[in-house]
């Protein structure tokens, strides 16, 4: 099976300033088609889980600009350009490889200094 | 809109079953696959298993096979999933999603189905 391992496991930021959260894959997510089956999932406090960015770096429909999703093979990054309040939560990302047998990363905390 | 309204929170005895279900509207039913993924307390998000909305195909994560089963009733445009054999550690938040674009990409979730599971 393939094992997501994300860090930090959590990350303290000041408004306005920017984060990072890398995501590592024991296994390319490359697939043969050219996408990166490697999706962003941000878990508010109290709320299910919301998609953010999928196949590595396309924004779901209504995600701010401020997030970005980057990276290919077994090595990926959120990151959020300018942090903002609503932007708390746990973050997740996942490998979705076809056929789909979805794994979850550990997930990383974000908090509001 | 898509929606996806689970039933509502259940407390099981080890060793029981239980039985969720997820009621879809906004969308053709057949068109996506039902996803089901749970997350226990303090843990990640894990994966139990999909079911096609239109043949009923469905795939099992290996952690669960054996004790999962996706159904689906097109007619009522809902998806169920059940879990047998019940331990505490099964205890845990229950939710059903959809997919869309991507297969394995889940766009649209349920509310969540919270299971206690304890004597």
């Known amino acids: 099976d393939i094992v997501m391992t994300q860090s930090p496991l959590s990350l303290a930021v000041t408004p306005g300033e920017p984060a990072s959260i890398s995501c590592r894959s024991s296994q390319s997510l490359l697939h043969s088609n050219g996408y990166n089956y490697l999706d962003w999932y941000l878990q508010k406090p109290g709320q299910s889980p919301q998609l953010l960015i999928y196949l590595g770096s396309i924004r779901a429909s209504g995600v701010p600009d401020r997030f970005s999703g980057s990276g290919t093979g077994t090595d990926f990054t959120l990151k959020i350009s300018r942090v903002e309040a609503e932007d708390v939560g746990v973050y997740y990302c996942?490998?979705?490889?076809?056929?789909?047998?979805?794994?979850f990363g550990g997930g990383t905390k974000v908090e509001i200094k | 809109q898509v929606q996806l309204v689970q039933s509502g929170a259940e407390i099981k005895k080890p060793g029981a079953s239980m039985k969720v279900s997820c009621k879809a509207s906004?969308?053709?039913?057949?068109?996506?696959?039902i996803y089901w993924v749970r997350q226990a307390p303090g843990q990640r998000l894990e994966w139990l298993g999909w079911?096609?909305?239109?043949?009923?195909?469905?795939k099992y994560s290996r952690d669960f096979q054996g004790r999962v089963t996706l159904t689906r009733d097109t007619s009522a445009s809902t998806a169920f999933m059940e879990l047998t054999n019940l331990r505490s550690d099964d205890t845990a938040i229950y939710y059903c999603?959809?997919?869309?674009?991507?297969?394995?990409?889940?766009?649209?979730w349920g509310q969540g189905t919270a299971v206690t599971v304890s004597s």
């Open positions: 079911i096609n909305g239109d043949k009923g195909d469905t």
């Open positions: 999603a959809r997919n869309s674009i991507t297969e394995g990409t889940l766009f649209y």
């Open positions: 906004g969308y053709t039913f057949t068109s996506y696959a």
């Open positions: 996942t490998q979705a490889l076809p056929p789909p047998g979805l794994t």
